[in-house]
Nanobody, 126 residues
Framework: QVQVVESGGGLVQAGGSLRLSCAASGLDVSIYGMGWFRQAPGKEREFVATIRWSDSTTGYADSVKGRFTISRENTKNTVYLQMNSLEPEDTAVYYC???????????????????WGQGTQVTVSS
């Protein structure tokens, strides 16, 4: 059974940092890429960051570029999201997802992903 599990969310003051982790297990095929999405109350889910497994090419939403960094554990199906200079607008449930297929630009789109985690809450206070 495939599982995608996020951890590392919490409450932080504006300007602070958090590091999210995500591990995908139970896969018997290779991952094409993994990504982070978020959903704030009353808003639609939005893309945050992605990393392609073959060459670690990364991509970011404009709203987090320069503040967030996505990285991967080379030997494990694990991805991290380092979030710096957090703003109240970053408050959301953050979801991790794994894609088994897709092109580079498709990793920016939610329906490309095959498996999703349950989400972890990130709250940034002003």
């Amino acid at each position: 059974q495939v599982q995608v599990v996020e951890s590392g969310g919490g409450l932080v003051q504006a300007g602070g940092s958090l590091r999210l982790s995500c591990a995908a297990s139970g896969l018997d095929v290779s991952i094409y890429g993994m990504g982070w999405f978020r959903q704030a109350p009353g808003k639609e889910r939005e893309f945050v960051a992605t990393i392609r497994w073959s060459d670690s090419t990364t991509g970011y939403a404009d709203s987090v570029k320069g503040r967030f960094t996505i990285s991967r554990e080379n030997t494990k199906n694990t991805v991290y999201l380092q979030m710096n200079s957090l703003e109240p607008e970053d408050t959301a449930v953050y979801y991790c997802a794994a894609a088994l297929t897709g092109g580079r630009w498709r990793l920016y789109v939610g329906n490309t992903y095959d498996y999703w985690g349950q989400g972890t809450q990130v709250t940034v206070s002003s």
